[in-house]
């Protein structure tokens, strides 16, 4: 069956640098997404992503983040300059079209030391 | 602005009893309303799901869910517990014109005592 991946499983970074997290969606999905988790809370959504452009995103997606689908498997969510509050674990989500539940990968749990 | 309210972020259950996991939805168009389970450390899993079809759903592992549109709720039941259902579950609202945009509750941790 397919499925969404994303690499590292697991990534620790120091305060201040930049991440970039992974994901391959569903190969014929059309519409990605990012969520993140906080240890312990719910999931919220940062980001959706359509037609090589962010459709919509929350306020928690500030400057710092940043999407992009640099080729035509994968799709990246960059922090640029990270913080402690930053860590949580991130999923990445697709689906083929607006009227289809989102099919979500395992998660990156990123740390910031 | 759609929201989402589980009911009880702990539910403990005896093996063999019934699973009741409250979630109330706000939306102010139709919604698409999803339970998603979680065990430690994975990803999220899809139960079911309610897209303005049946108002009651089955999904998988035997679990099921009726909309009531008049009560707002998409109660989440399985008749008999088992072990392996020990979980974090969410209810999450969509509306129809970005399915995977969702809003999800804060969780229902369940326990299943043996």
């Known amino acids: 069956e397919p499925e969404v991946t994303q690499t590292p499983s697991h990534q620790v970074t120091q305060m201040g640098q930049e991440v970039i997290l992974r994901c391959v969606p569903i190969?014929?999905?059309?519409?990605f997404y990012w969520y993140r988790q906080i240890l312990g809370q719910k999931v919220e959504f940062l980001v959706s992503?359509?037609?090589?452009?962010?459709?919509?995103k929350s306020e928690i997606f500030d400057d710092q983040f940043s999407v992009e689908r640099p080729d035509g498997s994968n799709f990246t969510l960059k922090i640029r300059s990270t913080k402690l509050e930053d860590s949580a674990m991130y999923f990445c989500?697709?689906?083929?079209?607006?009227?289809?539940?989102?099919?979500f990968g395992q998660g990156t749990r990123l740390t910031v030391v | 602005a759609q929201s989402v309210t589980q009911l009880g972020s702990h539910v403990s259950v005896s093996e063999g009893a019934l699973v009741l996991l409250r979630c109330n939805y706000s939306s102010s168009v139709p919604p698409y309303l999803f339970w998603y389970v979680q065990y430690p450390n994975q990803g999220l899993q899809l139960l079911l799901k309610?897209?303005?079809?049946?108002?009651l759903v089955k999904g998988i592992n035997g679990f099921e869910a009726e909309f009531k549109k008049s009560e707002t709720s998409f109660h989440l039941t399985k008749p008999s517990a088992h072990m392996s259902d020990a979980a974090e579950y969410f209810c999450a609202v969509s509306d129809g014109t970005n399915a995977g945009k969702s809003t999800f509750g804060d969780g229902t941790t369940l326990t299943v005592k043996p």
């Open positions: 992503f359509y037609n090589n452009e962010i459709s919509e």
């Open positions: 309610y897209t303005s079809a049946a108002t």
């Open positions: 989500a697709s689906t083929p079209t607006g009227y289809t539940e989102a099919f």
């Open positions: 190969s014929n999905h059309l519409y």
